[in-house]
């Protein structure tokens, strides 16, 4: 099976591009943005040496499948899906912040609040909550986005007083994080599962609010099994989640944490097999929909760039 696991486009009015961990992004002329998900898999905040068949796919048909979902709630970026594993959207201005939606307190959340934390982000939580447990309604915990080093929590007032995002556009925001959240959640329980917590991306169009990037993936969002939540939650034990834990848990296992002087253990064609069937599945429990795999009888790069030179050319 092919892996496509890095990019080095040339398209047609191309301005720059940004290789992240997972996606490549390319600028054209200012007006288009082209993200191709590759089949490159992080964790621990290293890219691991292999690929995984069909990744890509997984995440860019998951995140078209939940922007065509709640497009109805807020505008956002994506204009068309040339190839499985790209699209192509609007060009827009990002705000400074991401929108983080928990409706159940679970990672760093559960942790701070088992430190002794009661706000989080200027939200006051209530005693006697247990691990993983639904919260009273669904709280925003923003974070500023970071240019360099890590993102911070901080405070809507925060954001407000500091300009980082003007009060009327922010408060426009907080409703459309919280009405995709409530969306998600609802798609989430048709198939059996619990949208936890996850992340949402804003920018500006022409002074219009635009909802950007990825939503509802399992490398943005948290989701548990809704069937046994409870009985595990009553007796502390951990929750089935349906996301890349169980990647970084083969890697901990293996003695791999993202430390210095620690080694990636061998992913083996076999290993890399396993964990491509995982994502597979990831996207059918997430989607309700059967994953059909699309091969390429070429290289996938040049199926990729054929696919979205075209579909840029009709756009001109």
Known sequence: MQVLKETDFEFKGQKSVYHGK???????????????????????????????????????????????????????????????????????????????VRGYIAGSAWRDYKDGAREICGVRLPDGLKENQKLPEPILTPTTKADAGHDENISREEIIARGIVPAEIYEQVEKYALALFRRGTEIAARHGLILVDTKYEFGLKDGKVILIDEIHTPDSSRYFYAEGYEERLEKGEEQRQLSKEFVRQWLISNGFMGKAGQRVPEMTPEYCEEVSKRYIELYEHITGKKFEPVTSGGSLSDRIYNNVSDSLSHMA
């Open 22 to 100: 997972v996606r490549d992004v390319y600028n054209i002329e200012d007006k288009y943005m082209v993200m191709v998900a590759t089949d490159r898999i992080s964790a621990f905040d290293v890219v691991l040496p292999e690929g995984i068949p069909y990744k890509g796919q997984v995440l860019n048909q998951i995140a078209e499948f939940f922007l065509d979902s709640t497009k109805d709630i807020v505008p956002n970026w994506k204009l068309a899906c040339p190839d499985p594993m790209v699209t192509v959207g609007l060009c827009c201005e990002p705000l400074k912040i991401e929108m983080i």
